[in-house]
């Protein structure tokens, strides 16, 4: 089986990145990052991807005319790359319908929240303003509708007593860096796969995500 090659997309420190990184620079993910590219210049992620020796890319939404202009650019660095699969880790830009279908099936993301519920920004805000009880990540197959996509795998943690947004944050970051890793190397395996647009585990159809508790 050859070598998952990855492009991965960030906007900041890039600590997903750099954890799934880490885990391909050690053998433990059947993939290797080919480029990091940023849509902001100057952040940290490219700092840590370039001390890694990874390539590093980045095509500024804020230089770019207009969306369609940033978009083409966008795939253009990536292209050159040729990756199988395109990992979102902190991307903070919304990408149009065509962008995405480009890259059907080969795209993937991470949320801070256990979807359907809370898709957007400020989910760890949201979770605490409703009292919920639990709270996590979920990783995604991206597609058109925002944070829409067949979700494959979730962490859940417990929301507890006097948890500041900064807490809940940190727990969920830290199982962030376990699932996300994992649903890399599930695909990395051939064990994950995109059949006619819904997502296949060890071939069977996923139609739960997978759910993963931490304390």
């Known amino acids: 089986m050859s070598t998952l090659r990855l492009a991965i997309l960030i906007s900041g420190r890039g600590s997903n990145m750099a954890t799934i ?8 993910i059947r993939a290797t990052v080919s480029v990091v590219i940023s849509d902001r210049p100057g952040v940290a992620g490219i700092t840590t991807a370039q001390g890694m020796g990874i390539e590093t890319h980045v095509v500024s939404r804020s230089s770019a005319v207009n969306r369609d202009a940033f978009e083409r650019s966008l795939a253009e660095a990536m292209d050159n790359h040729t990756p199988d699969l395109v990992v979102l880790a902190g991307f903070m830009r919304v990408l149009s319908a065509q962008f995405v ?4 099936g080969r795209m993937i993301n991470i949320h801070p929240s256990l979807l359907p519920k809370y898709t957007g920004l400020h ?3 949201r979770v605490l303003e409703a009292g919920d009880a639990e709270h996590g990540a979920s990783v995604h197959y991206v597609t058109p509708e925002l944070d829409g996509g067949p979700v494959i795998l979730q962490s859940r943690v417990p929301v507890k007593t006097g948890d500041t947004e900064s807490s809940v944050a940190a727990r969920v970051m830290a199982t962030e860096h376990v699932i996300y890793p994992r649903v890399v190397g599930w695909i990395a395996d051939g064990r994950l796969k995109w059949n006619d647009g819904r997502p296949t585990l060890d ?10 508790p931490f304390p």
Do not use: S
């Open 21 to 28: 990184a880490r885990e391909c620079q050690q053998h433990r």
């Open 101 to 104: 279908e480009r890259y059907a």
């Open 123 to 125: 989910t760890h805000q």
């Open 203 to 212: 071939g069977k159809l996923l139609t739960q995500p997978v759910v993963e």
